[in-house]
């Protein structure tokens, strides 16, 4: 059984950090791409961050760029540093699993349950 476990998320101030976690199981972590999305209310989920399957390559949004960091350990574990926290960065985030790497959240085949991010102003 497949399943995406993210954590690290809470209510933060603005200019603030939080480490996201995502402890991956019952599949092949190593043979997948891995991906960061988030969802604000009223808004369609949106790509974070992905991370190739052996770490070798990695791409951002443009609205994190410079202020994130996505990586991956053999420990089956995804992270999402992100620094510099700003309000319109509150949302679910959601980490999910793509064989082949890529940003379209279409494409990804397996989804966690996401974890809150509230920045305060």
């Known amino acids: 059984q497949v399943q995406l476990v993210e954590s690290g998320g809470g209510l933060v101030q603005a200019g603030g950090s939080l480490r996201l976690s995502c402890v991956a199981s019952?599949?092949?972590?190593?043979?997948?791409?891995m991906g960061w999305f988030r969802q604000a209310p009223g808004q369609e989920r949106e790509f974070v961050a992905a991370?190739?399957?052996?770490?070798?390559?990695t791409a951002y949004a443009d609205s994190m760029k410079g202020r994130s960091t996505i990586s991956r350990d053999n420990a089956k574990t995804l992270y999402l540093q992100m620094n510099n926290l700003k309000p319109e960065d509150t949302a679910v985030y959601y980490c999910?699993?793509?064989?082949?790497?890529?940003?379209?959240?279409?494409?990804?085949?397996?989804w966690g349950q996401g974890t809150q991010v509230t920045v305060s102003s």
């Open positions: 999910a699993a793509v064989i082949d790497y890529g940003v379209r959240s279409s494409n990804y085949d397996f």
């Open positions: 991370v190739s399957w052996n770490g070798g390559r």
């Open positions: 019952g599949f092949t972590f190593g043979t997948y791409c």
